[in-house]
Every structure is written in structure tokens, then in C-alpha cells.
């Protein structure tokens, strides 16, 4: 899939319908509201701390962007807060797998 071949290059791509303008979320190639085609688009660099957690000195971030996408990244300094401002450091793909890492803000 485009997403995650952009994934892998370290591009963080969303899609959107060509057709009711919905963000699809997780990615597909189809609209999951009217099943018409998509377009993919950057997505929003700045999301929001949904949750968090500390695991083996680093912390994990659910991480919210444009409202709709979640997406759970590392923290790569700082103590995160619930509803702080992150930015996407770093995204790419390891084996099979999202991996995401977040700067605060
Ligand atoms: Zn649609």
C-alpha cells in the first residue's frame, strides 16, 4: 500500500477521499464512508498527547493528529504531559511495523 511504501521513506502520508473529502483512518485505498477513491496527502506534522506511558526509561505517546489519526510513537526527550503539542521527529517502518518518534513542543 502507498502508505506504507511512503512510511518507509520516512513520509507520514494520510488519506483523504476524492470524493467526501473524509480522512481515512487506518489507510486504505477505498473511503470507508462512501467506498469512492482516495488521494493521499501529507499528513499534519503537530499532534496532540492523547496518553502516555514509561516503559524501560522511555515513554510512549498516543498521539492525536488533525482529530481524527492515532498514532502511538517514542518520545525522544523530555517528560511528556497529556494534551501537549508534539512534532514528528522521525517515522519510518521496522520489519512490519508503524514506528514513530515524537519531539515536544
Ligand atoms: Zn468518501
Known sequence: MTFEAELRKGNFQVAECTNCKKTVWPPSDFCNQCFKEIH???CANEGKIIEFSKQNNYYFCLVEFENTIKVIGKISSGIP???????IKRCGMTDDNYFFEFSLI
Do not use: A, G, L, S
Open 40 to 42: 493521499w496527502r501529507k
Open 81 to 87: 504531559n497529556k494534551d501537549q503539542h508534539v512534532r
